[in-house]
């Protein structure tokens, strides 16, 4: 069994990986590809890590939201493209997605106006940057219930076959 780590300021990867139960071992043995010493580097910040790496990781702590962490972090673009998403309770985000709605709602036939003659003018702009910002919200409470999905799947809660099945109905 590994010692337990003493390390200040753990990062992401770190806490992922502890919140699991695993040690480096144990992980870099769950992950094949992933050494110990590859995860200690990571969660040291002495490297960073690879796409596939946060994939398996991901996979391995359970934690379907590293993904997105090191996109909206770590990766040079995603740092411009992708917003932070967090994984919050059921309900929260189901009324997260149906306030944006009904915001965008109202917003819908200023949206045509703005847009129906291919041209965004000055007088214009303010109105759609405010749009586009509750585009946004929408967006990310969609991608917050997927990791609450992909979550509860990997927790066990919700039956990934029957889900599979029942989308392809």
Same mark, same amino acid.
């Given at each position: 069994?590994?010692?337990?780590?003493? +390390?200040?300021?753990?990062?992401?990867?770190?806490?992922?990986?502890?919140?699991?139960?695993?040690?480096?071992?144990?992980?870099?043995?769950?992950?094949?590809?992933?050494?110990?010493?590859? #995860?200690?580097?990571?969660?040291?910040?002495?490297?960073?890590?690879?796409?596939?790496?946060?994939?398996?990781?991901?996979?391995?702590?359970?934690?379907?939201?590293?993904?997105?962490?090191?996109?909206?972090?770590?990766?040079?673009?995603?740092?411009?493209?992708?917003?932070?998403?967090? #994984?919050?309770?059921?309900?929260?985000?189901?009324?997260?997605?149906?306030?944006?709605?009904?915001?965008?709602?109202?917003?819908?036939?200023?949206?045509?106006? #703005?847009?129906? !003659?291919?041209?965004?003018?000055?007088?214009?702009?303010? !109105?759609?940057?405010?749009?586009?910002?509750?585009?946004? +919200?929408?967006?990310?409470?969609?991608?917050?219930?997927?990791?609450?999905?992909?979550?509860?799947?990997?927790?066990?809660?919700?039956?990934?076959?029957?889900?599979?099945?029942?989308?392809?109905?």
């Amino acid at each position: 069994m590994g010692k337990k780590s003493t +390390r200040e300021n753990k990062n992401i990867y770190q806490l992922s990986r502890e919140e699991a139960g695993l040690t480096r071992e144990k992980a870099g043995e769950q992950m094949v590809y992933v050494s110990a010493d590859r #995860i200690d580097k990571i969660e040291a910040g002495k490297s960073l890590p690879h796409p596939d790496e946060i994939l398996a990781m991901s996979a391995c702590y359970k934690v379907p939201t590293l993904r997105n962490y090191y996109c909206s972090h770590e990766c040079p673009i995603g740092k411009e493209y992708i917003p932070e998403v967090e #994984i919050k309770d059921l309900s929260q985000i189901i009324l997260e997605v149906l306030a944006s709605l009904n915001t965008l709602e109202k917003e819908k036939n200023r949206l045509i106006e #703005i847009t129906v !003659d291919g041209e965004i003018t000055k007088d214009e702009y303010e !109105d759609f940057v405010d749009i586009q910002k509750k585009l946004m +919200r929408v967006s990310v409470a969609v991608d917050s219930l997927r990791f609450w999905v992909e979550k509860t799947i990997a927790d066990g809660r919700i039956d990934k076959e029957l889900l599979k099945l029942t989308k392809e109905e």
